[in-house]
Each structure stands twice: as C-alpha cells, then as structure tokens.
C-alpha cells in the first residue's frame, strides 16, 4: 500500500471525477454553531455532558475543547438548555463531553434527558459517543439520537500514546459492533496526524471504516492546542489529509466526504484547495478562498449553518 502522501495529479483528478459521477458537482458548506462567521451564528452548537471534566488526558485535547462549550452536565439543564435553543431557531446539537480515562462518556445519566428532548423539541440530535457498549448504543438509540459521532484510530500504538487506553482497537471494534446492532446511523471521524502530527494507522482506520462502508465520513486534522501535550508539535500538512481523502474515495466511492471543522486554521486554504480538487462533498469553516475556487470550478454550492455530520433542509446561497 502506498504511504498517503504519495500521490500525483492524476490521482487527485480521478477521485474528483468519481465524485461528481456518484455524488455530483456540488459541494455543501457548513458554519458550525460554535464558530461566527461575517457575523453570522451557526445553529447547531455543541453542549458538554461533563461541562470541562474529562479524566481521559488525551494528548491533543487534554479537555481543552470541551472549555467553550455549554454546560449540561445536569440532566435537567441539558432538557432546559436544548428547549431554550430552538427557541432560538436552533437546528439541532452536538451532544460530547468527557470520558472517564476508559474512552466513555457517562451517556447513561443522560438517556432520559435525551429522550425527553426528542419528546420535547424537533432538535436533531447528534452525539459524540465516544467507547460504548451495547446496552448504551441501544439506549441511545431508544432515546431518539439521530446519529453517533466517532473517531476511528487504526494504531493500537496511538490509542496508547495519545487516549492512554492499551485495548483501544478491541474497544474501537466492540463499540463499532455495538453501533451497528443497534442501528444507530454512524459518522465516523478520522483525524489525520493524530499521532502527534504524524501520519501513523490512518491507512488502517479507513479500512475500518470500509468495512461497513458509511453514508458520510468527515476527515479532519490535527491541531496543536495551547496547553496539551501536543502544542509544540507540527500538523499534519495539506498534502498529508489530502492524501487520506484520495484512500478514503478510492476505498468508499459512494460513501460523502466532509473536510471537518477541526483542522489548524493556518495555512487553511491550501487544505480546502486541495480537498476541492479531490473532490470532497462537504466542508466547514470553508475560507473565501475556497468559496471562491468552488465557483470557478463550476460547482453547485449550498450553504448550511449546522454540522457537516447533517443534512437538514434547504441549503442557501450564503451564511
């Protein structure tokens, strides 16, 4: 198999044109609700069950990204918090939080909760699920989420290194399988460079992924935070996650291809420009650059405030 980052014009090429022949010549944008752009607030933001608790110390978050999110980690001001958002003509939330330093987050205090949002609101609801067993991906499931959210790591050596956890792929796959039974739609997220800027197993995660091919996969990368283990390292270049886009079409033609929202803003547009060309299917946070490239490329566009995990009514002609 040949290392991700090797691959030429041709290839790029290739894989944009089996993505317009399955899926079309359009790319749909997303503004997330976490993030304003031109003023503009997306409608989808993510609530922390754990509010900025997390005992899992991971290597390139060390709880970090669960700081600007809302705290619902009450049952009860998770119902509240969602009730007040749709109020406010929110379309639908991304349930994370922390985990307990097993890879889970505690989603069994919160399956009344969301069910009684479900019940309550028309919220879609999206959960970052984390590790799970069986027994909670069919309470989720029995609640009313509407999609799991799960990073798929391929190095066993990652998984201790980075999540700390020494059965991480047995944990990956019995969660997967536990997923599947219960028939929760999954969107799997795979983070290139996970292994402290390097690539190292993301040949393997996707496929995983393949395996049980899904109907969208959204690839990030990743990021050098301030205070965790990782600040000091080097991203992932774009050439790097363009080459994990390029396996991904080749292994999962009819499968979408989102470039997430989590991926270093510095040298943003050479990513987007290179996930264009490869002919991604949805991207976040897209730069004017690439708003601009996607019509001279004479590409469809649509615009959606909520997360690229999500396809939820009519796209517009801007934020």
């Not at 984390?130 to 989720?140: C, I, N, P, Q, V």
Request: some cysteine.
């Amino acid at each position: 198999m040949r290392p991700l980052d090797h691959w030429d014009d041709v290839q790029l090429e290739q894989a944009r044109e089996l993505s317009w022949a399955r899926h079309g010549k359009k790319i749909l944008f997303y503004l997330p609700g976490m993030f304003v752009r031109d003023g503009v607030q997306g409608q989808y933001p993510a609530l922390s069950v754990t509010g900025r608790d997390c005992a899992q110390h991971c290597a390139h978050c060390g709880g970090a990204l669960l700081q600007s999110m809302p705290d619902v980690s009450k049952p009860g001001s998770l119902l509240e918090k969602c009730r007040a958002l749709e109020a406010q003509g929110v379309q639908g939330v991304l349930l994370s939080g922390g985990c307990d330093g097993r890879g889970r987050v505690p989603w069994k205090n919160f399956i009344n909760a969301i069910a009684e949002v479900k019940r309550q609101t028309g919220l879609f609801v999206s959960v970052h699920c984390g590790m799970l067993d069986a027994a909670t991906a069919r309470d989720l499931k029995s609640a009313g989420a509407d999609q799991a959210l799960i990073d798929i790591i391929g190095s066993a050596e990652t998984y201790y290194k980075v999540y700390h956890l020494e059965d991480g792929p047995e944990m990956l796959d019995s969660s997967l399988d536990a997923l599947a039974r219960a028939g929760l739609p999954v969107v799997p997220h795979i983070v290139a460079g996970l292994h402290f800027g390097k690539l190292l197993g993301e040949s393997w995660a996707l496929e995983i992924v393949a395996r049980r091919p899904p109907a969208l996969l959204v690839i990030v990368a990743c990021m050098n935070l301030p205070g965790t283990d990782m600040a000091g390292m080097t991203p992932p270049g774009a050439r790097e996650v363009c080459g994990v886009i390029l396996r991904a079409r080749e292994l999962m033609p009819d499968t979408e291809i989102s470039l997430g929202c989590a991926r270093p803003r510095k040298g943003a547009a050479d990513l987007e420009e290179l996930a264009l060309l490869a002919g991604v299917n949805r991207m976040a946070l897209p730069s004017q650059e690439a708003v601009a490239m996607a019509s001279c490329m004479g590409l469809e566009t649509q615009f959606r405030k909520t997360c690229c995990s999500v396809r939820l009514g009519e796209g517009t002609a801007g934020w």
